[in-house]
């Protein structure tokens, strides 16, 4: 009998619950997306120091969804308090009706069982779909193909999400329960008529208020630009705190604002619903500011992580083609009592090489280029100081032979060889003369390239120079580049690893760098834009319940309003305007936040490489758009039909 | 005098088959302009249901009302929003008022879903406010004021678009007898110097006497039909008494 009244009422108010059944699906949608992230690094090929990295990462993760799995709850329970709020009428008649309250309580169980358990599993099929859907858009987004990237089902994953969820409704009953024993009958019944208190200020305190919010925001521009959010100093920390109260007093005195504009102008304040509208929007501003300004720095670091994963992403692409031109890079510091590798090693067995010698010199980079003042601090201070390395003409001669590359002829001159962007720029700019041994030499030519495998492009500048003046030198560094390799990869590591145990040298084998990077940036990248859109997720679904609880809470005054003979096209476009207001007023403040933010944390990102802010900004914001979107309608029409409700 | 409402035959019935409650059950009677009718009843007697029809919020069973040679069971039901907001003016017992609005937006409210030019609303809102005695509560929120000065609030909210016909639902209801009294005072100034058409529906003789015409209502038909004429408003209101115990009297039958 229960069971069918629970069924019945979820059938009734299916509308109600709509919003409430999408919260929860998409939440263990994304849940099971995250966590079956953890059984797709089989696919990483992984050496012990990576292996120790990514279990470090592997427990922030756990972390991570820990965090998860806190804020769905939260939104899960501002769900169903929703769904109480507008139900409590209803609950109010089962009491007096002498209902004992174990049985309402049974009833809301039972209702909260039925939704859990369909929303928990559609979403696990939706997870399940969107994680295959996921590598396909991952794999797409290296430009790589990846064999082990394929559709996996995983268990923990499953699992995990069953037991979590199980977890949160579980405590989502007793809290229900908990209501229900709690709360007094004449409250339930009366619900509907409790009165909002309106805050009214005065003009000018409000005016004064907005002011200061526009100063501290604008002097937490300042500092974080300042910051350049290269370090935690005070900049930084006083960034975060003036942004964060400037964010505040400004949704604060914003109604007060807005009212006095409009209601300035009378043309607008009084034609239509406007004037109804502007009321609406400035009491609901003013008992929620607070909430408001959460969800704008919610939104705020939403935008950064995402698009900071984003960047993140297309650093890697940008990167991996350029660093990483041989097939393997074997390579050892020289110090006096190491020995050369090629007299242990059979180097012609493995593949087709070429070995190069790298001398050290005592000529620093801001000798050679007076246009050093052209990179941002930190890089400058990073690479003024640098000391160029060197290598004999006719090293690189055998290296472009192999490579297939043109050949250089110096004559009182040298080359300058570079693989970072910024530094080509500053040489471009103009190359100083150097003396090296009493001989002057000319700046010839520049070079855009790498000369062997680095885990990212980061040589600032190497030169060039005649074998005559190189040879007196002592040998830094061996180089052995691989145009091709004659074996696996596996049968290449156990070929070298016996030599491994006497001395030590770095082997660079390229596709291996790749699969690393690859698995390690796709999880930071991952869970960068994971986290991003959980919490735009959070942000918007907030929104849409504050505004359905609204749309309930104020069906007296639509019913009044159509009463008075207002049309329902009016009372709809006064309810999208409403909307529309209180869901982009925090979504515009954190976007102008954001675009201070990622200008500055993009020149971070820029250290690693060049990134597009724009095109990351703008698949950012269209993903935002996306789920922003859909709630928007969502909450629009579902407002209207709660409003509209009967006649 | 020409009618400005002419209700005829209008029945309205609740329930289906097996069980018809007939709340109107075939009332008959006209309003003239500038007209102030009571309507009175006991609670059931179908005075509210009579009032819905008129208003169009509820729809009669079969019958005709006429307002201003309009049918209005003829008007489609997307029409019926405009109809309201043009010819009619409503006054309810718990006064309605929009609470996140101040006085003046209160009343100006049902100019601006008329579409009206701004200054002039402007100036018929002020008009209004000094005709009710309300100026200096324009600026105020309904919570700050008193029963009585939110029921003028909305008294000037119904009368500004000047409307064909006032229906007015109780509207002392839940108020004192001070403030109901200057309501009612409020109500014959506007049905005297701005000829308002009024229709009140109350169970109350006090609130009813300051009517010309009152139709008593019992079980769905008209009982009976006072007109005041030419007699003082305490002779009135004794004549009124003397039908309510007459209505009320029925009850000991059994």
Known sequence: MYFKLALNNIKKSYKDYLIYFLTITFGICLFYLFNSLESQKAMMVLDPLKAVALTMLNKSLSYVSFFMTVVLAFLMVYANQFLIKRRKKEIGIYMTLGMERRKISFILVLETLIIGFISLFAGLILGILGSHFLSIITAKMFEVEMKEFQFIFSKVAFNKAIINFSVIYGLMMILNIFNITKVKLIDLLLASKKQQDLKIKGKFISILIFMVSLITLGVSYAFIIKNGMMSFDKYFKWSIVLGLIGTLLFFMSLSGILMDIFQSNKKFYLRNLNMFSLRQISSKVNSTYIMISILTILLLIAFGTFSTGMGIVSVVENNQSKSLPMAMTLSQWVDSDSVPLDNKINMDEIGDYVKMLIYPSDIQLNELSKHTELLDETQADLIKNYSIEVMAESTYNAYAKMMKLDLIELNHEYVMITNMEEMMNIYKKGLSDITFNNEVLSPKNMLNMSLQNEFMAANPGLIILPDELVEPLEPSLELYNFKTLNHSIDDVNRMLKPHRINSYFLILIKDEIVAQNLGLRTIIAYVAIYIGLVFIMSCVVSLALQQLTEASDNIERYQLLRKLGVENKMIKHSLLVQISVYFFMPLSLAIVHSIVGIKVSSSVVNILGRIDILSNMLVTSLFAMLIYGSYFIITYVASSSIVLKNR | ?254
């Open chain 2, 1 to 254: 005098m020409k009618p400005v409402l002419k209700v005829e035959q209008l029945e309205k019935y609740y329930g289906s088959k097996g069980t018809i409650t007939k709340a109107v059950d075939g009332i008959s009677f006209e309003i003239v302009e500038g007209e102030f009718v009571g309507i009175m009843g006991a609670s059931g007697s179908g005075k509210t249901t009579l009032l819905n029809c008129v208003s169009t919020i509820d729809k009669a069973t079969s019958g005709k009302i006429i307002l201003r040679d309009q049918e209005l069971t003829s008007i489609k039901s997307r029409k019926l929003a405009a109809f309201r907001r043009n010819e009619l003016g409503f006054i309810f017992q718990d006064f309605n008022l929009l609470d996140t609005l101040t006085g003046f937006e209160n009343i100006a409210l049902a100019l601006t879903i008329l579409k009206e030019n701004p200054v002039s609303i402007q100036e018929k809102v002020g008009a209004m406010a000094k005709q009710l005695n309300i100026e200096h509560i324009l600026e105020k929120f309904p919570f700050q004021m008193s029963g009585g000065e939110k029921q003028r609030v909305a008294s000037a909210r119904a009368m500004i678009t000047n409307p064909s016909l006032i229906l007015a639902d109780e509207p002392t209801g839940a108020l004192d007898s001070k403030s109901a009294r200057q309501l009612l005072e409020s109500f014959q100034h506007l049905n005297e110097r701005l000829k308002a058409t009024i229709m009140m529906v109350t169970h109350d003789a006090f609130t009813a006497s300051y009517c010309h015409r009152i139709i008593f209502i019992k079980d769905g038909k008209i009982f009976n039909e006072l007109i005041r004429g030419t007699k003082q408003r305490k002779a009135f209101f004794n004549d009124i008494m003397e039908v309510l115990t007459f209505l009320g009297g029925d009850v000991d039958v059994l």
